[in-house]
């Protein structure tokens, strides 16, 4: 029995080859933060199938706007102008609607606004380096930003991070939250990097790697980047109100 | 050959890093101005049935390291038993909760109020519990917990029942250390390893 006369379905089981894995040594951080035993599985229960909802109300006019918003509009962030676009799916294939969408990046010289980022790449004091936005009824969305730097990083002995945008994304139940990283085409530290690599399967970095989209940009003024991003979907089927065994 | 399925695969994810703050809660990463306030600051509002509490904790690496960049959310129904947007749901009753680590000592603290029991498709009652999600440099996909409490009856929940060796369920148990307050530590890795889901 539904519990719920809105219940949304429970939650297709995640398919973890389909995700970087926890222990890597090349990552050297994940070797002390990765668990050693098996993941407890388990059918989603309504802790997972249900999750914040946050509505358009949240956001100001600058919050998707990463080149204007540290400074509410008065002066523009330093780099290359960038749109980045995509649409939320889920496995299905469905639209994920009104779901939040954060990101965060470096600037354009590779530098974070954090007070733990030491990197001697200057601080862009109209950058700072966030933003965030809600899918549509389609579930698109996008950013104006600038394109971040690669920038050095302690791990092995001279390891660079490709230009990326961390991405985090809710969807519509607690079991579908995800926080993940937007590569851009063409560059050649992704081939390089641990953190990329803690994906196993090549075609699901590939997946990570926003082409260049000409048609999405503006002439004499940004370039555009493509990318969507696909939650895990909803079990729905017509038997699926019967009892166990029926 | 076969007709190809109509299915598309997961976005795979990749690690918070260590400047998760920055996007998720600028203010308190010293970025303050960007939006009004940071998300999710508070899991209840004024006037939340219920019995307040305050969890706290740390998460350790394996070598028993608390992790100073870990970021958490938690998720959670209210006093009844009914999740947000559930009918007949507290209004003040969030549910939602982002919190950090300290960056100097690693606890975490999340004031709340204590759950009630929540109910399976299939009938079955799920004991209070708070589902947690935490992220961090070198957590490569977020990992999902759960907090119960050692003064309720978890007997029958489906969750901590389907665990075989029973001594690790208690790595779910938050403990009472007073009057509404709990202490709950979450192990990466080593003795005493927390429990993470798959669900």
Redesign the interface.
Known sequence: MRNAPTDPGPLIPRNRAAHPVAYDPDYKTSVSRSPKWPLLSMESTITEETGPVFGHGLLGPLDNNLILNFTQGEAPAVGERIRVHGRVLDETGRPVPNTLVEIWQANAGGRYRHIKDTYFAPLDPNFGGCGRTITDDDGAYEFMTIRPGAYPWPNRANDWRPMHIHYSIFGSGFGQRLISQMYFQGDPLIDLCPIAHTIKDRGQLDRLVAPLDMAGSRPMDYLAYQFDIVLRGRRQTMFENKPEGM | MTQTL???????????????????I?TF???P????ED??LRAIEDGALGEPITITGAVY???G?A?R?AML?S?Q?DAAGL?????GADPNV???CRFAAD?DSGDYALSTIKPGR??????RE?AP?I?V?I??????????T?IYFDDEDNSAD??LS??EQRP?ADTLIARKTGEGRYRFDIR???DN???????
């Open positions: 109509r299915r598309l695969t997961e976005t795979p994810s990749q690690t918070a890093g260590p400047y998760v703050h920055i996007g998720c600028p990463a010293g970025n101005g960007i939006y009004p998300l999710g690496d394996g070598t390291w992790l960049d959310e998720w129904a999740y947000p947007g559930q009918p969030n549910g939602f960056k929540t109910r399976l498709r299939d009938g799920q519990h589902a999600w992220t961090a440099r070198g957590i490569n996909i977020g990992l999902l759960r489906p969750v389907r665990i690790r990466l890795q080593g390893e927390t429990v993470f889901l798959d669900m």
